[in-house]
């Protein structure tokens, strides 16, 4: 246990830990801070995100045809109202937009006329128009959700359709914003952490063999267990700064006020997207995090004996680009992001995790294994 | 002489410098093959320009519009005798492709879609008086400042920055530089397939290996421990100078042989004969309503040429701005994480700077950014792209870092080293 803390120690050094708060930082700047500040993301998308709230506040998580009708007839109460906010303003009247029907229809590419319009919908950004958009948009969804049949390019089997003739039935209500914007965060928290754990673990055995250390380590009394003990540091290091990661996106995620959709189910007609299973998006949430937290894992252990094979810096930072450039294009989209979706079989998560548990204790007790008999003088 | 080889020799001995090489080559190669399939179509531009010329004038229009005829009647006189049908135009007949598939075979296939690619060309060039005198670079002025959100002097400079650019579009337009024939860029986006595409991701892979390889030898004594003995010798503390040198030689190598490779196999699939001497403004070229204006007069060749000397020019100074952190810090990997974390705050600053503010622009002058768009280099876009930006990138940077690697000597030299 002693040894445990001093190893501790050693990988979370100052110097380490004040870069990894700067790279954070800079990170979050670059490429996460951009789905807070602009969440959600202009207009139409903040009506879609509102109207989907207001959805979920009256009718429940769920949508049937009564509630649809009812939904489609508050559209039609607010069109009378555009039209007569139209029809109140003479400039528009005279050019023959009196009512939204023809508002909606109009050519913009006339001069004038598309003045008009950008007036409205761009200069006083009236909220009614706006809405009204979202609506169609929304209507149009439901409208047309037999086209989720076509989400997959390749010829549906007999479970996903299945699944998505579920779907349909179902009525979800959740927003494709919110969704939306959650997938394009954890993607780059994901990247984040695995940069991390990189940076933070790559020394942990090669500082000790380019300083010599590691022959003293080997003659004491704990001898080579101590490789044990020091894969067992990196795994309570990377565990720790995976949840700290976490804990803090978490932590400002809560500003995007999503609280209301965490109930909702995500296999949705508004979302545009199917799942094989019935999740909640809390539920989607914590299946991201488990699936983090066993690819962390499982790059700890492989950049621990990269760290303990790897002659000098060079080799061990020149060897994890292909890895990071497998990671971050192909790895995250299939284990992160938009997991259990339909597009691939149902047992690809079980049998990725499955996957990515063995690859681990292979690497571990392999490397364990051969680290008792290795010859360290060569 | 002998000192620099033993110094290069450490660069290459790593074997993950040439495993990363390989792999770097193979997403090269990957990235043309997969773009290798438009190929077959594009040599219809090299027998255009073979034919009648790259220059669009009135008698050159009148030869395409003959051949383009001729051509139309030969695939009518092929669709009649095979669907008992004729087209007007050979685009018409793509529309209802799919269903006629099996009926053609291979080369009667390419005689249609010959005539439609040359039917494109034809179709083209009666636009392009038209698509030019309808740009309206003060409308595009109010667009940026609208996109950006720029005021007061901001605002100004961008108006200021499109009058310049009109300057040269109508000195373009007088000059007919942009009636050529190119490849059709709306179509084929070759320009952004070869300076975007291609040649972003290899600046990127040539600065990662630039970086790993000068981090690697510069503190290769120290981590070594051999600094004691080497610093101690006759050759002393201007062992760093070699050092310098043999990094830049190293990076050298390493463009090269990125760049050399990559563009072979380019210029392999694809074939440019012909098309060298064409200017990069042409109309064809473009691939956005907006087109590309390059701030002079630039032939495909000669645009070539000055992209792979800002390339290396770059990636020379990558060397330099890893090897004076080296100098300080002393431990590669701490290097490293210095060099990302410079480019991380250059690429942060111009983004959070007031958008009133002239700042900026100028804190966009750095080689981290400049590297982000190599298809825009020598080429007025928006106002982010002035006349001077390549060249005052270089000429401030080269200043800076000769300054730096000064005061890195001068450290050096005086330094307790152990």
């Not at chain 1, 489609?72 to 005279?94: C, F």
């Not at chain 1, 704990?222 to 700064?241: D, M, P, S, V, Y």
């Not at chain 2, 605002?155 to 650019?165: F, I, S, W």
């Not at chain 2, 290996?209 to 201007?238: C, D, M, W």
Request: net charge neutral; proline share 2%; with cysteine.
């Amino acid at each position: 246990m002693r040894i445990i803390l001093y190893e501790l120690k050693k990988i979370f050094q100052l110097k380490m830990v004040c870069l990894l708060f700067i790279i954070s930082f800079i990170f979050y700047q670059l490429f996460i801070n951009f789905y807070f500040e602009h969440f959600p993301n202009g207009r139409p998308a903040l009506d879609l995100y509102r109207i989907s709230m207001e959805m979920i506040e009256q009718y429940g998580y769920q949508m049937n045809q009564e509630e649809f009708e009812h939904f489609k007839k508050v559209y039609e109460k607010e069109k009378a109202a555009a039209d007569a906010y139209l029809q109140a303003r003479q400039e528009y009247v005279e050019a023959g937009l009196d009512t939204y029907e023809k508002f909606r229809t109009a050519d913009t590419e006339k001069q004038e006329i598309g003045e008009l319009v950008d007036q409205i919908i761009f200069v006083d950004q009236v909220d009614l128009f706006w809405e009204l958009q979202a609506r169609e948009t929304l209507i149009e969804y439901y409208e047309n959700r037999d086209s989720l049949f076509s989400i997959v390019d390749h010829p549906l089997t007999a479970e996903q359709k299945e699944r998505i003739k579920d779907t349909i039935a179902s009525g979800n209500i959740m927003s494709a914003e919110v969704f939306e914007n959650y997938n394009n965060l954890i993607r780059y928290v994901a990247i984040l952490i695995i940069i991390s754990i990189m940076f933070m673990i790559s020394p942990i055995f090669l500082q000790d063999r380019r300083n010599h250390v590691v022959f003293l380590q080997y003659s004491n009394k704990t001898g080579r267990k101590i490789f044990n003990l020091k894969l067992q540091t990196a795994f309570i290091a990377a565990g720790f700064i995976t949840t700290m990661q976490l804990g803090l996106f978490f932590l400002l995620y809560r500003g995007n006020k999503v609280g209301m959709f965490l109930d909702s189910n995500i296999n949705s007609v508004f979302t545009h997207e199917v799942f094989w299973f019935e999740l909640t998006f809390f539920q989607y949430i914590l299946l991201t995090i488990v699936s983090i937290y066993l690819l962390t894992f499982t790059l700890t252990i492989i950049v621990a004996v990269l760290s303990n094979r790897a002659p000098n810096y060079i080799s061990i930072v020149g060897f994890q680009v292909p890895l990071a450039i497998l990671l971050f294009a192909v790895v995250i989209d299939y284990l992160v992001v938009r997991i259990t979706k339909i597009g691939l079989p149902i047992y690809f998560l079980p049998s990725a995790y499955v996957l990515l548990i063995l690859i681990g204790s292979f690497v571990y007790f392999w490397s364990v294994k051969k680290e008792k008999k290795v010859d360290l003088l060569h | 002489m002998n000192v620099w080889r033993f110094e290069l020799k450490k660069a290459f001995q790593s074997p993950v410098v040439s495993i990363l090489i390989m792999l770097f080559l193979f997403f090269n190669f990957w990235l043309i093959y997969n773009h290798a399939g438009i190929r077959e179509e594009l040599k219809v531009t090299n027998q255009l320009v073979e034919r009648f010329g790259y220059k669009i004038d009135a008698e050159m229009s009148a030869k395409l519009q003959a051949y383009y005829q001729s051509k139309l009647q030969k695939m009518n006189e092929l669709t009649r005798k095979k669907f008992g049908k004729t087209y007007e135009r050979a685009g018409d007949f793509f529309s209802e492709y799919e269903y006629r598939s099996e009926v053609l075979s291979e080369e009667e296939l390419h005689v249609i879609t010959e005539t439609a690619i040359v039917e494109g060309y034809y179709e083209l060039i009666q636009e392009v008086d038209q698509k030019y005198s309808h740009l309206d670079l003060s409308k595009k002025a109010k667009a940026d400042i609208n996109k950006y959100g720029l005021s007061g002097k901001t605002a100004e400079v961008t108006r200021e920055y499109y009058k310049k650019l009109n300057n040269r579009l109508d000195e373009l337009i007088e000059a007919g530089e942009h009636k050529n024939l190119f490849f059709i860029g709306y179509v084929y986006r070759m320009h952004s397939f070869l300076f975007k595409d291609l040649m972003r991701q290899m600046i990127f892979e040539v600065m990662i290996l630039v970086v790993l390889i000068t981090g690697h030898v510069t503190t290769y004594e120290f981590q070594n421990q051999t600094h004691l003995t080497s610093y101690a010798s006759k050759r002393g503390r201007k062992l760093m100078l070699d050092k310098l040198v043999a990094n830049l030689l190293a990076t050298l190598c390493i463009s090269s042989v990125i760049l050399g490779a990559t563009l072979l196999v380019y210029f392999l699939v694809f074939d440019y004969s012909g098309l060298w001497g064409i200017p990069i403004s042409s109309f064809f070229n473009n691939e956005f309503p907006f087109p590309y204006i390059s701030w002079w007069k630039l032939p495909f060749g000669i645009y070539l040429s000055c992209v792979l000397v800002v390339f290396i020019i770059c990636q020379l100074f990558f060397t330099v701005i890893t090897y004076s952190i080296a100098v300080w810090i002393k431990n590669n990997y701490l290097v490293y994480a210095a060099f990302a974390l410079l480019f991380g705050l250059c690429l942060l600053v111009p983004g959070i700077v007031p958008n009133t503010s002239s700042a900026i622009f100028w804190t966009r002058y750095t080689p981290f950014e400049l590297i982000l768009n190599p298809h825009l280099w020598f080429i007025g876009w928006n106002v982010f792209f002035p006349k001077n930006y390549i060249w005052m990138t270089s000429v401030i940077w080269t200043c800076l870092l000769a300054i730096v690697t000064v005061v890195t000597f001068l450290k050096f030299n005086k330094e307790q080293i152990d």
